[in-house]
């Protein structure tokens, strides 16, 4: 047996971020296939455009079109490519200065080896097939050695619907560990028990167990097991609904403080209506059918009223 | 200013932890450890920062969880920085010279080995023109690399004589993740990785964290014998595009060190986790021949994310405390090919 619990976690968002003028009529270029640069105050041409000259600092406004042939000005081999880039196969990554701009941009070049890439190669831009405004549009770079030398020109009309926004997706897989403490924790849940760490220092007892106390910053040694009734010290009524809720709302999140231990933890009070929960009312852990259990908290389904007299404030009130 | 000095330090590395995320686990013994240092508890430290980010955690507030580690009754000053503990550093040493508090305790940690690194770190560059082509950490440093080679700058025989130097260094380093130096030619035989780039010149992925202990004037003298006082600490960035730079330079690097004052050192522990950028640093802080370069076999031993650069000032304070060195430095840098550097130089009194 592993010393720790771990599992895949993938985090994921679409990052939705205004482009501005400058990197819009870029994006806006490539969906059109035409590739936009800037001539900044030293009279060179930069692509991609920085929004703001790097020496006045004044905002850039001279556009220029450059060729979408260039020449790599360096390279890189890249073996292992990883999730998003934009070949799945062995691959380079180059700088390539293209015709008409006088600095370089990254891309991908879509050779089969090594051996068929120098610095100073001819390459020209492969376009994606359906392009939206992004840089990707820019599907890679490709050989191409006989390619005539371009030059910049005036940048012309780009039409009447600029890209003013990009979607970027990112996803990040991960296998998160849980600590060691966190992982008795869920071992002990996958067999019906519920179990903590009690502090040597101070004696407090923390269920999910910690690592160190939060208070002292002494490290946890004790296991404790709990009871599997408490006390609801705080709640809240759910009206809202949100994506991935899995009750219909109203109904009720509660800080439930068991019996033995000195944090509260996050769990539904259910088998009441909402209303008619209150602070100190006594609960116990309802759990899923044994033949559900797995090493999670979602064992235990909910919280449910015991039925006993109420607790006396003073007993939790160091807990809210 | 102030006299502030380096009183403390704790590390630990290793290519993967087998724990949580939040490094809680790893921070309380390192913490000890500093304690017993400085015969301190955390009630004598009046200032603490970390150094960490999310993104490696694959959690959210993954540094408030590691907050456990210090224990926050009655609560504590406390700051945090989405950089390398380096820069944590210069926020408690900024700290202490506001003359707010005497003493800090600047910590570090990563569980890099959680997800895959070089993928991870594409989400630090441009949005809108770089991050969706994921461009890889490994791959932009193949990319200044091979503009050095091309300019003439340096070779891959230069770049095997940074690693064999750094990995024969390592093997006296308890700590280091990658050891055992061979032969550049036995170096320079292997296969190349992502050409012009071998294993052996790129850092290994390293989990790790670590912590270290600033205090200014008589709190230092009391709980050191040859405290490692702060003579220099400045931090400049270059611009993040990487066609608008000369990858081949640093001017970052340079102006640091150069605030700085490099004058006289004898120790340098630079922050370089790809073979060639030692060769750029030097050059930029403009180091003399003599000046020893990462005797701890510095990053390509092992590179902790969040906590490599501090480690480095951490390798350089000890030369002090041990006696073995008066004028040292220490490196560090962040975001992709050298475009953020930070240089503190430290030295001995007697």
Known sequence: MSRTLSAPVTVAFDYTRSTGPVLGRFLTGLREKRVVGVRTSEGRVVVPPPEFDPVTHQQVDDFVEVADTGTVTSWTWVPEPVEGQPLD??????????????APMVHALDVSSPDQVRTGMRVRVRWAEERVGAITDVACFEPAEDAPTGSAIELGDLGANPVTGVVTPVELDYQYAASPEESAFYRAIAEGRIIGQRCPACGKVYVPPRSACPADGTPTTDEVEL??????????IVNVPFLGQRITPPYVSAYVLLDGADIAFLHLILDIPAEEVRMGMRVKAVWKPREEWGTTIENISHFSPTGEPDADYDTYKHHL | MREVAVVGFAQRQMEEFDGSPTCVELLVPLFAECYEQTGWSRRDIG?????????????SFSFVQAVDAIGVIPPVNESHVEMDAAWALYEAWLKIQTGEVDTALVYGFGKSSAGVLRRTLSLQLDPYTMTPLWPDTVSLAGLQARAGIDAGLWDERAMAEVANRSLTDAEKNEYAVRKGGSSVEELLARPMYADPLRKHDCAPVTDGAAAMVLAAGDR???VCDRPAWITGFSHYVDPISMGTRDLTRSPSAARAAAAAGTEGVEVAELHAPFSHQELVLKRELGLADDVVVNPSGGALAGNPMFTGGLIRFGEAAKKVWQGDASRVLGHATSGPALQQNIVCTMEGRN
């Open chain 2, 220 to 222: 230092a003298r009391e």
């Open chain 1, 89 to 102: 196969r062995p691959f380079a990554f180059a700088l390539v200065t293209l015709d008409g701009a006088d």
């Open chain 2, 47 to 59: 200032f603490w920062c970390s150094g960490s980010s999310d993104y490696l955690a694959g959690r």
């Open chain 1, 227 to 236: 009871s599997h009734t408490g006390t609801v010290t705080t709640f809240c």
